[in-house]
Structures are given as C-alpha cells and as structure tokens.
C-alpha cells in the first residue's frame, strides 16, 4: 500500500534540496509531531519479531538539519538547543519530575514515570515504566511496558545508519543499576539485568545454568537474569579477563523482580 507521507521522507533524503519544498518539509515535521503524539514509531513488534521503519529514522535526520539553534527557558533554567521539550504533559497523563528532560519527538505513555533523567528524541516508553534518577534513553531506544531503569542506566541510542535496530528492552524487564545497554541490544521480556552490566553488540552473553556453557550475543532471553561476568582470553602478552555477561538463572512468573534477582544470587552466593 503507498504511503505518500514515507515516500516524501525517503526522497528527501536522497535529495535534501527538496526540504525548500513546503510539502516536503511538513512531511518531516509531521513524522517528528506523530512520533510525539505517539501514533507512530521508529520500530513495532510484529509477529515475525521488530521491524525498525529506516524512513522514520530519515525523518529525524532531516528534522535535525532543519532546526536552528534556540534558548529555551523553563523557569531558572536555559537550554540552547534545536529541539524543544516536550509539552502537554499533564494532559498524558505523564509524570516528569525537576530536572528531568524529554525531548519533542519522544513519547511516553500514560502512566510513565521520568525521574531527573533524559528521554532523546524518536525514543519510547511504554505504559508504567520508571526511568529512574539519571538513567538516559537514547534516540530512538524501544522502552516496553511496566519496566523499570534503575538509577544511571544508560540505554545507548541508535539513529544511524538508518536501518539499524535501536536498543529495545521489552514489557516488564528490570535493568540494574549503572547498567549499560546499547549498539541495539535487545532485552527479552521480564529480563533481570544486574547492577553495572554492561552489553554491547558484542558482549559476549554465557548462559552457565547448564552443564555447558551456551552463548547468545545481540539478545538476553525473556525472564533471564543476568550479572556481569569475565572470561579468560589469550593475547600475545598473555591471558587476561575479558568482561561478559552471565545468565545465572530465570526469573519466575509467581514472584516479583526483586525478589526473583535475590533468590537467585543467593542460590548461586552472589553479590551485586
């Protein structure tokens, strides 16, 4: 099915001239305006799993090389930016608290609670979840329902190239504190990740409940619980510890996320 507003966006972008066309330019800005109202998303959960729409992403570089620098003030404070804030808060039913920031072209859902934190533009959050005290949402990063970031996580943005997957942490996961999850990493529902992992593309993800180690890289199964991990690797000077990640056990559905990260740290006689 044709979709005229994409393909403004798409030609655009292979010819950024066309942004001196009024209908083009509104294109662009009526994707920033309906990725804040929330009506439409950088990427969707399908049933063939995420799709990441490129065209939307486009629209945001273009935005970004339309704005002009800018102060904003709010209250004491001045900003000197080309994005906006987010308004209309209140009418959302969203709760921001001093100095929390959010970005014009982020959504949060009804009943999403932002710390002193940060939410970057073409990022969302979902229904119930608390992004806690300088933990930062990066751009375009797909925050699920009822999850909990715990203060200073960072959830790394994703806006370039355009296709690329953002990070996603789906409905119901609980990130650890000083956890760092970026490079499109994507958290499985229900997921523990514990206090200051830290997972990139390339962490190397060990699942050691078994009686062989199993590795997974880019994903963190639904309800795994998961705390930071070295393995020994050689190099011409030698061996040395390399980070990684551990899955040491799953979260339970009858019990709460505290809960299931303390029973299983104290079945396995850790602390983190």
Not at 148 to 158: K, Q
Not at 193 to 208: E, K, M, P, Q, Y
Not at 247 to 270: Q, Y
Request: hydrophobic letters at 40%.
């Amino acid at each position: 099915m044709a979709n005229p507003l994409r393909e403004k966006v798409e030609a655009t972008f292979a010819d950024r001239t066309l942004l001196a066309s009024r209908d083009h330019a509104e294109a662009v800005m009526d994707v920033i305006d309906r990725l804040d109202r929330g009506t439409l998303r950088v990427a969707s959960k399908t049933d063939d799993g995420w799709v990441v729409y490129a065209w939307v992403k486009q629209a945001i570089l273009l935005y970004f090389g339309m704005r002009r620098m800018k102060v904003h003030e709010v209250g004491p404070f001045e900003y000197h930016d080309k994005i906006p804030l987010k308004k209309g808060l209140a009418a959302q039913g969203v709760r921001v608290v001093p100095p929390g920031v959010a970005r014009y072209g982020s959504h949060l859902e009804k009943g999403a609670i932002l710390m002193p934190g940060y939410v970057n533009i073409g990022a969302r959050v979902g229904e119930g979840t608390m992004v806690d005290t300088w933990a930062t949402v990066g751009s375009c990063a797909q925050i699920g329902k009822r999850v909990h970031l715990s203060g200073g996580v960072g959830i790394g943005g994703v806006l370039e190239p355009p296709g690329a997957k953002p990070v996603i942490v789906e409905d119901g996961a609980f990130i650890g504190s000083r956890a760092v999850v970026v490079e499109g990493m994507h958290i499985g529902e229900r997921a523990v990740i514990g206090a200051n992992v830290v997972l990139t593309a390339s962490t190397r993800i060990i699942d050691v409940t078994g009686s062989t180690p199993m590795e997974h890289k880019g994903h963190v199964p639904a309800n795994s619980v998961v705390i930071p991990g070295v393995r020994t690797k050689s190099f011409p000077a030698g061996d040395f510890g390399v980070p990684c990640a551990l899955i040491i056990g799953e979260r339970k559905p009858t019990t709460d996320l505290k809960t299931s990260l303390n029973e299983v740290l104290r079945g396995g006689d850790i602390q983190v």
